[in-house]
């Protein structure tokens, strides 16, 4: 039996933020994608490869972040698009099943 029966998924984005027009854009186009959220987050870390020298100083770095709930198969195509369209670009993902989700 399926501990998830609703066959939906999270997945959560976390872009940069020169991205996030570009992402919008490409969500919005998405039949099987009925909304989405975003908000503007500090990514935090060890490695500091890529960061600016403001970024360093500072310890974060500026982020956007996707939260985009759909069927879960439906996601996993988003993110083979995504990984075409932005590799290298460093945007970081996490695709997680819903165990249960709905309008109160």
């Known amino acids: 039996m399926n501990q998830y029966p609703s066959a939906q998924?999270?997945?959560?984005?976390?872009?940069?933020?020169?991205?996030?027009?570009?992402?919008?854009?490409l969500l919005l186009q998405k039949d099987q994608i009925s909304g989405f959220t975003t908000s503007h987050v500090s990514g935090h870390g060890r490695?500091?490869?890529g960061l600016s020298l403001v970024e360093q100083v500072a310890g974060r770095q500026q982020r956007v972040q996707f939260m985009i709930h759909a069927g879960f198969a439906e996601l996993q195509d988003l993110v083979v698009e995504f990984?075409?369209?932005?590799?290298?670009?460093?945007?970081h993902y996490i695709l997680m099943p819903i165990a249960e989700a709905q309008s109160i």
């Open 9 to 25: 998924g999270l997945l959560i984005l976390m872009a940069p933020v020169s991205l996030e027009e570009a992402l919008v854009d």
């Open 47 to 49: 490695q500091h490869a």
């Open 83 to 91: 990984k075409q369209m932005f590799s290298d670009t460093g945007m």
